[in-house]
Protein backbone atom coordinates (compact mmCIF):
# COMPACT_ATOMS: atom_id res chain seq x y z
CA UNK A 1 0.00 0.00 0.00
CA UNK A 2 1.53 3.23 -1.05
CA UNK A 3 1.99 5.74 1.98
CA UNK A 4 -0.21 8.43 2.20
CA UNK A 5 0.02 11.64 0.02
CA UNK A 6 2.05 14.54 2.37
CA UNK A 7 -1.20 16.30 1.70
CA UNK A 8 -4.13 14.43 2.74
CA UNK A 9 -1.11 13.24 6.31
CA UNK A 10 -1.87 18.13 6.86
CA UNK A 11 -5.15 17.67 6.04
CA UNK A 12 -5.31 14.90 9.22
CA UNK A 13 -2.80 17.13 11.48
CA UNK A 14 -4.91 20.02 10.60
CA UNK A 15 -8.13 18.34 11.64
CA UNK A 16 -6.61 17.27 14.76
CA UNK A 17 -4.06 20.50 16.14
CA UNK A 18 -6.43 22.85 17.89
CA UNK A 19 -5.20 25.94 16.01
CA UNK A 20 -4.45 28.08 19.43
CA UNK A 21 -3.50 32.19 19.01
CA UNK A 22 -2.75 34.30 21.31
CA UNK A 23 -5.41 36.83 22.13
CA UNK A 24 -5.35 39.21 19.42
CA UNK A 25 -7.08 43.47 19.52
CA UNK A 26 -6.64 45.81 17.15
CA UNK A 27 -7.58 49.64 17.17
CA UNK A 28 -8.06 52.11 13.98
CA UNK A 29 -7.70 55.78 13.22
CA UNK A 30 -5.65 56.08 16.68
CA UNK A 31 -3.14 58.67 14.87
CA UNK A 32 -4.61 62.02 13.95
CA UNK A 33 -1.94 62.79 11.34
CA UNK A 34 -1.50 59.88 8.85
CA UNK A 35 -4.17 58.77 6.34
CA UNK A 36 -4.45 55.68 7.38
CA UNK A 37 -3.12 54.47 11.25
CA UNK A 38 -3.78 50.77 12.77
CA UNK A 39 -2.35 49.41 16.29
CA UNK A 40 -2.31 45.26 16.56
CA UNK A 41 -1.95 43.28 19.67
CA UNK A 42 -0.72 39.66 19.95
CA UNK A 43 -0.70 38.28 23.27
CA UNK A 44 2.19 41.07 24.53
CA UNK A 45 3.81 41.75 21.17
CA UNK A 46 2.43 44.99 19.88
CA UNK A 47 2.99 46.86 16.69
CA UNK A 48 1.44 50.50 15.80
CA UNK A 49 1.49 51.23 11.85
CA UNK A 50 0.96 54.15 9.91
CA UNK A 51 0.34 55.07 5.73
CA UNK A 52 0.43 58.08 4.17
CA UNK A 53 -0.62 58.01 0.53
CA UNK A 54 -1.27 58.91 -2.53
CA UNK A 55 1.23 61.05 -2.01
CA UNK A 56 3.78 63.22 -3.80
CA UNK A 57 6.74 61.13 -4.90
CA UNK A 58 10.55 62.29 -5.72
CA UNK A 59 10.96 62.23 -9.35
CA UNK A 60 13.93 59.87 -8.61
CA UNK A 61 11.76 57.41 -7.24
CA UNK A 62 8.54 57.55 -9.17
CA UNK A 63 7.33 55.04 -11.11
CA UNK A 64 5.62 55.77 -14.33
CA UNK A 65 2.55 53.24 -14.35
CA UNK A 66 2.34 52.24 -10.86
CA UNK A 67 2.61 53.67 -7.07
CA UNK A 68 5.84 53.41 -5.26
CA UNK A 69 5.40 51.82 -2.04
CA UNK A 70 8.13 52.49 1.11
CA UNK A 71 7.80 50.29 4.36
CA UNK A 72 10.01 51.55 7.14
CA UNK A 73 9.96 49.90 10.35
CA UNK A 74 11.48 51.29 13.09
CA UNK A 75 12.37 48.91 15.95
CA UNK A 76 11.90 49.28 19.63
CA UNK A 77 15.18 50.68 20.56
CA UNK A 78 17.85 52.00 18.56
CA UNK A 79 17.95 52.83 15.02
CA UNK A 80 16.77 50.30 12.31
CA UNK A 81 19.42 47.52 11.57
CA UNK A 82 19.82 44.53 9.03
CA UNK A 83 17.20 42.32 10.24
CA UNK A 84 14.65 45.38 9.79
CA UNK A 85 15.46 46.10 6.50
CA UNK A 86 14.77 42.51 5.76
CA UNK A 87 11.47 42.33 7.19
CA UNK A 88 10.69 45.38 5.48
CA UNK A 89 11.19 43.64 2.43
CA UNK A 90 9.12 40.47 2.88
CA UNK A 91 6.36 43.25 4.39
CA UNK A 92 6.74 45.26 1.21
CA UNK A 93 6.20 42.50 -0.88
CA UNK A 94 3.45 40.96 0.77
CA UNK A 95 1.53 44.48 0.42
CA UNK A 96 2.62 45.17 -3.33
CA UNK A 97 0.63 41.86 -4.05
CA UNK A 98 -2.75 42.65 -2.48
CA UNK A 99 -2.35 46.27 -3.30
CA UNK A 100 -3.67 47.54 -6.49
CA UNK A 101 -1.03 49.82 -7.37
CA UNK A 102 -1.86 50.78 -11.37
CA UNK A 103 -4.64 53.07 -10.13
CA UNK A 104 -2.24 55.55 -8.17
CA UNK A 105 0.92 55.95 -10.85
CA UNK A 106 3.81 58.04 -10.33
CA UNK A 107 2.36 58.48 -6.29
CA UNK A 108 3.90 57.33 -2.98
CA UNK A 109 2.83 55.22 -0.46
CA UNK A 110 4.57 55.14 2.46
CA UNK A 111 4.28 52.41 5.27
CA UNK A 112 5.60 52.61 8.83
CA UNK A 113 5.79 50.26 11.57
CA UNK A 114 6.71 51.20 14.96
CA UNK A 115 7.92 48.11 17.05
CA UNK A 116 6.02 48.60 20.60
CA UNK A 117 6.56 45.75 22.41
CA UNK A 118 8.14 42.44 21.00
CA UNK A 119 7.31 38.82 22.63
CA UNK A 120 7.63 36.50 19.62
CA UNK A 121 5.42 36.21 16.29
CA UNK A 122 7.44 40.00 15.22
CA UNK A 123 6.94 39.59 11.88
CA UNK A 124 3.31 38.59 11.79
CA UNK A 125 2.14 41.25 13.79
CA UNK A 126 3.60 43.68 11.22
CA UNK A 127 1.43 42.63 8.38
CA UNK A 128 -1.42 42.41 10.39
CA UNK A 129 -0.90 45.98 11.68
CA UNK A 130 -0.13 46.95 8.38
CA UNK A 131 -3.64 44.85 6.64
CA UNK A 132 -5.60 46.83 9.10
CA UNK A 133 -3.41 50.36 8.32
CA UNK A 134 -4.36 49.96 4.78
CA UNK A 135 -7.89 49.29 5.52
CA UNK A 136 -8.31 52.01 7.68
CA UNK A 137 -6.31 54.51 4.74
CA UNK A 138 -9.02 53.54 1.94
CA UNK A 139 -6.39 52.11 -0.54
CA UNK A 140 -7.85 49.96 -3.02
CA UNK A 141 -6.88 46.28 -2.46
CA UNK A 142 -7.64 42.81 -4.35
CA UNK A 143 -7.31 40.93 -1.00
CA UNK A 144 -6.71 40.94 2.54
CA UNK A 145 -3.70 39.46 4.18
CA UNK A 146 -2.62 38.46 7.70
CA UNK A 147 0.30 37.05 9.00
CA UNK A 148 0.79 33.67 10.99
CA UNK A 149 4.21 32.63 12.81
CA UNK A 150 4.57 28.69 13.03
CA UNK A 151 7.54 27.27 15.08
CA UNK A 152 9.03 23.71 15.69
CA UNK A 153 9.86 22.58 18.96
CA UNK A 154 12.71 19.97 19.88
CA UNK A 155 10.20 17.50 20.46
CA UNK A 156 8.78 18.37 16.48
CA UNK A 157 5.45 19.96 17.95
CA UNK A 158 4.48 22.91 15.97
CA UNK A 159 3.64 25.84 17.90
CA UNK A 160 1.58 28.57 16.01
CA UNK A 161 2.17 32.38 17.39
CA UNK A 162 4.63 31.50 19.76
CA UNK A 163 5.68 34.31 22.12
CA UNK A 164 9.19 34.74 22.52
CA UNK A 165 10.72 32.29 25.03
CA UNK A 166 9.11 29.59 22.72
CA UNK A 167 11.24 30.92 19.74
CA UNK A 168 14.34 31.21 21.37
CA UNK A 169 13.79 26.85 22.26
CA UNK A 170 12.46 26.24 18.70
CA UNK A 171 14.38 24.82 16.15
CA UNK A 172 12.45 26.28 13.43
CA UNK A 173 10.68 29.31 12.58
CA UNK A 174 8.46 29.79 9.74
CA UNK A 175 6.00 32.97 8.92
CA UNK A 176 3.64 32.80 6.19
CA UNK A 177 1.74 35.99 4.86
CA UNK A 178 -1.54 33.79 4.03
CA UNK A 179 -4.02 35.68 1.58
CA UNK A 180 -7.88 36.29 2.30
CA UNK A 181 -9.16 35.13 -0.97
CA UNK A 182 -7.96 31.63 -1.42
CA UNK A 183 -6.06 31.05 1.52
CA UNK A 184 -2.40 30.87 -0.38
CA UNK A 185 0.94 31.74 0.57
CA UNK A 186 1.48 35.14 -0.31
CA UNK A 187 5.56 35.52 1.28
CA UNK A 188 7.55 33.11 3.54
CA UNK A 189 10.49 33.91 6.02
CA UNK A 190 11.77 30.61 7.59
CA UNK A 191 14.74 30.87 9.95
CA UNK A 192 16.07 27.02 11.40
CA UNK A 193 16.18 23.42 9.44
CA UNK A 194 13.11 21.16 9.08
CA UNK A 195 11.84 18.45 6.70
CA UNK A 196 9.67 19.36 3.90
CA UNK A 197 6.75 17.44 5.31
CA UNK A 198 6.59 19.66 8.54
CA UNK A 199 6.86 22.85 6.38
CA UNK A 200 3.56 21.46 4.87
CA UNK A 201 2.65 20.78 7.75
CA UNK A 202 2.85 24.02 9.09
CA UNK A 203 1.52 26.26 5.84
CA UNK A 204 -1.60 24.20 6.73
CA UNK A 205 -2.06 25.09 10.25
CA UNK A 206 -1.06 28.77 9.33
CA UNK A 207 -4.18 28.73 6.61
CA UNK A 208 -6.46 27.27 9.01
CA UNK A 209 -5.19 30.01 11.42
CA UNK A 210 -5.76 32.40 9.61
CA UNK A 211 -9.69 31.88 8.85
CA UNK A 212 -9.50 33.04 12.64
CA UNK A 213 -7.50 36.43 11.79
CA UNK A 214 -10.06 37.01 8.51
CA UNK A 215 -12.82 36.65 10.99
CA UNK A 216 -11.42 39.18 13.49
CA UNK A 217 -10.60 41.65 10.81
CA UNK A 218 -14.37 41.75 9.19
CA UNK A 219 -15.71 41.95 13.06
CA UNK A 220 -13.66 44.91 13.67
CA UNK A 221 -14.53 46.68 10.21
CA UNK A 222 -18.03 45.83 10.84
CA UNK A 223 -17.61 47.57 14.79
CA UNK A 224 -15.90 50.39 13.02
CA UNK A 225 -18.59 51.28 10.87
CA UNK A 226 -21.32 50.34 13.03
CA UNK A 227 -21.62 53.91 15.01
CA UNK A 228 -23.95 55.45 12.72
CA UNK A 229 -22.94 59.30 11.70
CA UNK B 1 -27.98 40.07 -12.40
CA UNK B 2 -26.04 40.40 -9.56
CA UNK B 3 -28.67 39.24 -6.64
CA UNK B 4 -26.09 38.77 -4.25
CA UNK B 5 -25.43 42.53 -4.45
CA UNK B 6 -28.78 43.77 -3.17
CA UNK B 7 -28.83 41.83 -0.73
CA UNK B 8 -26.10 42.71 1.13
CA UNK B 9 -26.55 46.60 0.91
CA UNK B 10 -26.20 48.44 4.14
CA UNK B 11 -23.77 45.79 5.28
CA UNK B 12 -19.90 46.42 5.58
CA UNK B 13 -17.79 44.46 2.89
CA UNK B 14 -14.02 44.29 3.36
CA UNK B 15 -11.58 44.20 0.41
CA UNK B 16 -11.64 40.70 -1.20
CA UNK B 17 -15.44 40.43 -1.54
CA UNK B 18 -16.47 38.91 -4.85
CA UNK B 19 -19.91 38.82 -6.31
CA UNK B 20 -20.86 36.57 -9.34
CA UNK B 21 -22.53 37.20 -12.39
CA UNK B 22 -25.75 34.80 -11.99
CA UNK B 23 -26.67 33.08 -15.56
CA UNK B 24 -30.58 32.58 -15.33
CA UNK B 25 -30.81 29.07 -16.05
CA UNK B 26 -33.66 29.18 -18.98
CA UNK B 27 -33.57 31.21 -21.65
CA UNK B 28 -36.31 32.44 -23.20
CA UNK B 29 -36.38 32.59 -27.26
CA UNK B 30 -39.76 34.22 -27.50
CA UNK B 31 -39.37 37.03 -24.63
CA UNK B 32 -36.62 39.70 -25.58
CA UNK B 33 -34.13 39.74 -22.80
CA UNK B 34 -34.01 42.66 -20.85
CA UNK B 35 -30.20 44.08 -20.54
CA UNK B 36 -29.95 45.19 -16.66
CA UNK B 37 -27.29 47.84 -16.14
CA UNK B 38 -25.05 48.19 -13.05
CA UNK B 39 -23.41 51.77 -12.58
CA UNK B 40 -20.46 51.11 -10.39
CA UNK B 41 -18.76 53.85 -7.52
CA UNK B 42 -16.08 54.19 -5.32
CA UNK B 43 -15.41 50.85 -4.01
CA UNK B 44 -15.94 48.40 -6.47
CA UNK B 45 -14.50 47.11 -9.85
CA UNK B 46 -15.38 45.40 -12.13
CA UNK B 47 -13.23 42.29 -12.52
CA UNK B 48 -13.13 40.17 -15.97
CA UNK B 49 -16.28 39.37 -17.57
CA UNK B 50 -18.24 38.15 -14.60
CA UNK B 51 -17.41 39.35 -11.27
CA UNK B 52 -17.62 41.85 -9.35
CA UNK B 53 -14.72 43.06 -6.71
CA UNK B 54 -14.58 44.82 -3.43
CA UNK B 55 -11.90 47.26 -3.04
CA UNK B 56 -12.35 49.35 0.00
CA UNK B 57 -13.82 48.49 3.07
CA UNK B 58 -17.08 49.96 4.13
CA UNK B 59 -20.63 49.68 3.90
CA UNK B 60 -22.19 48.86 0.75
CA UNK B 61 -24.66 51.53 -0.43
CA UNK B 62 -27.63 51.82 -3.23
CA UNK B 63 -29.14 54.39 -5.48
CA UNK B 64 -32.20 53.78 -7.21
CA UNK B 65 -32.26 52.16 -10.41
CA UNK B 66 -28.87 50.78 -10.54
CA UNK B 67 -26.15 52.63 -8.68
CA UNK B 68 -23.98 51.13 -5.78
CA UNK B 69 -21.15 51.58 -4.11
CA UNK B 70 -18.97 51.45 -1.12
CA UNK B 71 -18.93 54.33 1.44
CA UNK B 72 -15.41 54.27 3.75
CA UNK B 73 -14.27 56.96 5.95
CA UNK B 74 -10.79 58.35 4.28
CA UNK B 75 -8.80 61.58 5.17
CA UNK B 76 -7.44 61.04 1.67
CA UNK B 77 -8.49 62.76 -1.49
CA UNK B 78 -8.07 61.56 -4.87
CA UNK B 79 -9.16 64.42 -7.41
CA UNK B 80 -12.21 62.93 -9.67
CA UNK B 81 -13.89 64.78 -12.89
CA UNK B 82 -16.52 67.15 -11.79
CA UNK B 83 -15.93 67.29 -8.32
CA UNK B 84 -15.77 71.13 -6.53
CA UNK B 85 -12.28 71.61 -4.39
CA UNK B 86 -10.40 74.32 -2.64
CA UNK B 87 -6.87 75.07 -3.70
CA UNK B 88 -4.05 76.86 -2.39
CA UNK B 89 -2.44 78.67 -5.47
CA UNK B 90 1.20 77.66 -5.21
CA UNK B 91 3.08 78.75 -8.28
CA UNK B 92 2.23 81.36 -10.90
CA UNK B 93 4.36 80.78 -14.51
CA UNK B 94 3.53 82.16 -17.59
CA UNK B 95 0.00 81.09 -17.99
CA UNK B 96 -0.62 78.24 -16.28
CA UNK B 97 -1.54 78.56 -12.11
CA UNK B 98 0.09 75.13 -10.34
CA UNK B 99 -2.74 74.55 -7.48
CA UNK B 100 -2.37 72.38 -4.16
CA UNK B 101 -5.59 70.76 -4.08
CA UNK B 102 -3.80 67.64 -1.40
CA UNK B 103 -3.46 65.01 -3.64
CA UNK B 104 -0.79 63.24 -4.67
CA UNK B 105 0.12 66.18 -7.54
CA UNK B 106 -0.32 69.72 -7.83
CA UNK B 107 -3.17 70.57 -9.88
CA UNK B 108 -2.97 73.18 -13.21
CA UNK B 109 -5.24 75.96 -14.22
CA UNK B 110 -5.15 78.02 -16.76
CA UNK B 111 -5.13 81.83 -16.68
CA UNK B 112 -7.98 81.44 -19.20
CA UNK B 113 -10.68 79.40 -17.19
CA UNK B 114 -11.92 82.25 -15.22
CA UNK B 115 -14.99 84.30 -16.08
CA UNK B 116 -14.07 87.42 -18.60
CA UNK B 117 -10.61 86.37 -18.90
CA UNK B 118 -8.86 87.52 -21.90
CA UNK B 119 -5.26 87.66 -23.16
CA UNK B 120 -5.62 91.22 -22.14
CA UNK B 121 -7.48 91.05 -19.23
CA UNK B 122 -5.89 88.94 -16.73
CA UNK B 123 -7.54 87.74 -13.44
CA UNK B 124 -6.03 88.75 -10.45
CA UNK B 125 -4.39 86.03 -8.93
CA UNK B 126 -1.81 85.64 -6.24
CA UNK B 127 0.49 83.03 -4.80
CA UNK B 128 -1.30 81.82 -1.73
CA UNK B 129 -4.78 82.81 -2.72
CA UNK B 130 -7.62 80.41 -2.07
CA UNK B 131 -9.81 79.21 -5.41
CA UNK B 132 -12.41 77.51 -5.53
CA UNK B 133 -12.50 75.54 -8.77
CA UNK B 134 -14.20 72.36 -10.44
CA UNK B 135 -12.22 69.85 -12.15
CA UNK B 136 -12.01 69.06 -15.87
CA UNK B 137 -9.51 66.57 -16.17
CA UNK B 138 -8.71 63.90 -13.43
CA UNK B 139 -7.83 60.45 -13.89
CA UNK B 140 -4.75 58.88 -12.66
CA UNK B 141 -2.58 58.69 -16.21
CA UNK B 142 -2.82 62.58 -16.58
CA UNK B 143 -2.16 65.72 -14.64
CA UNK B 144 -5.17 67.00 -12.86
CA UNK B 145 -6.76 70.29 -14.25
CA UNK B 146 -9.23 72.87 -12.68
CA UNK B 147 -11.22 75.19 -14.26
CA UNK B 148 -13.38 78.29 -12.84
CA UNK B 149 -15.81 78.80 -15.10
CA UNK B 150 -18.94 76.07 -16.03
CA UNK B 151 -19.65 74.56 -19.06
CA UNK B 152 -21.53 77.89 -19.92
CA UNK B 153 -18.39 80.59 -19.87
CA UNK B 154 -20.04 81.33 -16.30
CA UNK B 155 -17.90 81.40 -12.82
CA UNK B 156 -21.29 80.24 -10.79
CA UNK B 157 -19.74 80.99 -7.53
CA UNK B 158 -15.99 79.33 -8.30
CA UNK B 159 -13.00 81.93 -8.30
CA UNK B 160 -10.40 83.36 -6.08
CA UNK B 161 -12.45 84.06 -2.96
CA UNK B 162 -11.13 83.71 1.25
CA UNK B 163 -10.50 87.52 2.52
CA UNK B 164 -11.25 87.67 6.11
CA UNK B 165 -12.07 83.46 6.71
CA UNK B 166 -10.50 80.56 7.83
CA UNK B 167 -9.35 77.38 6.09
CA UNK B 168 -9.00 74.06 7.75
CA UNK B 169 -8.94 70.17 6.98
CA UNK B 170 -12.25 67.50 8.42
CA UNK B 171 -12.28 64.08 6.97
CA UNK B 172 -13.77 63.09 3.62
CA UNK B 173 -17.04 61.66 5.22
CA UNK B 174 -17.86 64.70 6.79
CA UNK B 175 -17.41 66.57 3.74
CA UNK B 176 -20.20 64.66 2.18
CA UNK B 177 -22.59 64.39 5.45
CA UNK B 178 -22.53 67.93 4.86
CA UNK B 179 -23.00 68.37 0.99
CA UNK B 180 -26.08 66.23 1.22
CA UNK B 181 -29.79 67.35 0.49
CA UNK B 182 -31.23 68.23 3.98
CA UNK B 183 -28.20 68.01 5.96
CA UNK B 184 -28.49 67.57 9.50
CA UNK B 185 -25.23 69.14 10.32
CA UNK B 186 -25.26 72.17 8.37
CA UNK B 187 -28.46 72.35 9.37
CA UNK B 188 -27.94 72.56 13.25
CA UNK B 189 -24.92 74.81 12.51
CA UNK B 190 -27.32 76.93 11.06
CA UNK B 191 -29.64 76.82 13.74
CA UNK B 192 -26.11 78.06 16.12
CA UNK B 193 -24.43 80.78 14.44
CA UNK B 194 -24.98 82.68 10.91
CA UNK B 195 -21.66 81.68 8.52
CA UNK B 196 -20.46 81.75 5.47
CA UNK B 197 -18.67 78.42 4.49
CA UNK B 198 -17.18 76.92 1.16
CA UNK B 199 -17.15 72.97 1.15
CA UNK B 200 -14.56 71.77 -0.80
CA UNK B 201 -14.46 68.18 -1.73
CA UNK B 202 -11.01 67.39 -1.16
CA UNK B 203 -11.44 67.57 2.34
CA UNK B 204 -11.08 71.53 3.12
CA UNK B 205 -13.62 73.64 4.73
CA UNK B 206 -13.45 77.82 4.64
CA UNK B 207 -15.40 79.44 7.06
CA UNK B 208 -15.96 82.82 8.08
CA UNK B 209 -18.65 84.34 10.64
CA UNK B 210 -19.11 87.78 12.47
CA UNK B 211 -16.06 87.97 14.09
CA UNK B 212 -12.84 86.04 14.68
CA UNK B 213 -14.29 83.74 18.38
CA UNK B 214 -17.07 82.93 16.04
CA UNK B 215 -15.13 82.07 13.45
CA UNK B 216 -12.61 79.71 15.29
CA UNK B 217 -15.76 78.00 17.32
CA UNK B 218 -17.28 77.06 13.69
CA UNK B 219 -14.63 75.18 12.65
CA UNK B 220 -13.33 73.43 16.28
CA UNK B 221 -17.05 72.31 16.44
CA UNK B 222 -16.27 71.00 12.48
CA UNK B 223 -13.46 69.68 13.50
CA UNK B 224 -14.77 67.80 16.59
CA UNK B 225 -18.11 66.61 15.69
CA UNK B 226 -16.10 64.47 13.03
CA UNK B 227 -16.85 61.37 14.55
CA UNK B 228 -19.64 61.96 16.74
CA UNK B 229 -23.02 60.46 16.74
CA UNK B 230 -26.09 62.44 16.15
CA UNK B 231 -27.18 63.17 19.61
CA UNK B 232 -23.16 63.38 20.67
CA UNK B 233 -23.33 66.37 18.03
CA UNK B 234 -26.47 68.07 19.50
CA UNK B 235 -24.85 68.35 22.86
CA UNK B 236 -21.85 69.96 21.58
CA UNK B 237 -23.92 72.43 19.57
CA UNK B 238 -26.36 72.92 22.55
CA UNK B 239 -23.07 73.40 24.66
CA UNK B 240 -22.00 75.93 22.59
CA UNK B 241 -25.37 77.77 21.88
CA UNK B 242 -25.00 78.40 26.25
CA UNK B 243 -21.55 79.94 25.52
CA UNK B 244 -19.96 77.32 27.77
CA UNK B 245 -17.55 76.76 24.80
Known amino acids: MSPPSPRSRSMEVCARTNVTLREFGCEQTLLSRPDGSASFVQGDTSVMAAVY ?11 YDRATLEVLIQPKVGLPSVRERSQEQC ?4 CEASLLLTLHPRSSLTLILQLIHDDG ?16 AGLPMNCLFCGVTCAINADSEIITDPTAAQEKESRALMTFAIDSKEQRVMMSYTTGSFSVHELQQCIAVSQKASENIFQFYRDSVRRRYSKNL | MFSGLREKVGQVLVPGDEFCLEIPETLSLSEPMKPEKVLL ?41 GETVIGI ?8 FKVDVGGSEQASLSYLAFEGATKRNRPNVQVGDLVFAQFSVANQHMEPELVCVDSAGRANGMGVFGAGGLLFSVSLGLIRRLL ?15 C ?47 GAL
Not at chain 2, 89 to 96: E, H, Q, R, Y
Not at chain 2, 203 to 221: D, E, I, K
Request: charged share 25%.
Open chain 1, 53 to 63: GPAEVKVSKEI
Open chain 1, 91 to 94: VRET
Open chain 1, 121 to 136: SRLSCFLNAACMALMD
Open chain 2, 41 to 81: GPGLKRKGDRKLLVVKSGVLRHKQPHVFWVENQQRRYVPAR
Open chain 2, 89 to 96: ITVKSGDV
Open chain 2, 180 to 194: RPRSDVLSDLQKLLP
Open chain 2, 196 to 242: ELVVGMNGRLWARASSVQQTLVVSNLLQSCDTMSPPQRQQLFRRAAQ
